[in-house]
T-cell receptor, first 114, second 115 residues
Framework: EPEVTQTPSHQVTQMGQEVILRCVPI?????FYWYRQILGQKVEFLVS????????KSEIFDDQFSVERPDGSNFTLKIRSTKLEDSAMYFC????????????FGQGTRLTVV | DQQVKQNSPSLSVQEGRISILNCDYT??????FLWYKKYPAEGPTFLIS?????DKNEDGRFTVFLNKSAKHLSLHIVPSQPGDSAVYFC??????????????FGKGTLLTVNP
């Protein structure tokens, strides 16, 4: 069964460093998303991406965050200068076309900022 | 701003019995609702969904009921199995027919099915 794949599974970084989280969405999907879940809290929407541009972003997704689909298969989330409060589980998701459909999630990347 | 609420943080049921997980929402613009299951160290896995034009959707052991007037939905699992033990998230979106599909999640309910 097709699945969304995320790498790495766990990333530890120093505060102020840049991190790139990678995702390979399901191959025929056209809509891509990043969500995050801080420990003990809800899964929160960060950004949606379609046709090589951001469709919608949340208040969390400030200038420190960016997304890119560099090669037609990968979908990346970059955090330029990480803060302690960026520590969370980051989930990539993708969705197909043809009407309203469910989003499929990857297994997540646990980001720990120290 | 809790637009999607799952008021029961946990639920424990016996194997073979019915599990009922509840979800309330406040945003009248939501028109598509989903349930996801999540095991530790994994991403959310889609279970079942329902559009606001329906009041029930069934898939095997899983049935979702939607009461629009009460802004309430529930997930029924019959019969419950130990492998169903996981955190269940209710999610909702206002689907505008295109790329805007922002899921708003509840906090989740931890279901434990005891053998």
């Amino acid at each position: 069964e097709p699945e969304v794949t995320q790498t790495p599974s766990h990333q530890v970084t120093q505060m102020g460093q840049e991190v790139i989280l990678r995702c390979v969405p399901i191959s025929n999907h056209l809509y891509f998303y990043w969500y995050r879940q801080i420990l003990g809290q809800k899964v929160e929407f960060l950004v949606s991406f379609y046709n090589n541009e951001i469709s919608e972003k949340s208040e969390i997704f400030d200038d420190q965050f960016s997304v890119e689909r560099p090669d037609g298969s990968n979908f990346t989330l970059k955090i330029r200068s990480t803060k302690l409060e960026d520590s969370a589980m980051y989930f990539c998701a993708s969705r197909g076309t043809g009407g309203v459909t469910e989003a499929f999630f990857g297994q997540g990347t646990r980001l720990t900022v120290v | 701003d809790q637009q999607v609420k799952q008021n029961s943080p946990s639920l424990s049921v016996q194997e073979g019995r019915i599990s009922i997980l509840n979800c309330d929402y406040t945003n009248s613009m939501f028109d598509y609702f989903l349930w996801y299951k999540k095991y530790p160290a994994e991403g959310p896995t889609f279970l079942i969904s329902i559009s606001s034009i329906k009041d029930k959707n069934e898939d095997g052991r899983f049935t979702v009921f939607l009461n629009k007037s009460a802004k309430h939905l529930s997930l029924h699992i019959v019969p419950s199995q130990p492998g169903d033990s996981a955190v269940y998230f209710c999610a909702a979106t206002s689907w505008s027919g295109g790329s805007n599909y922002k899921l708003t999640f509840g906090k989740g309910t931890l279901l434990t099915v005891n053998p």
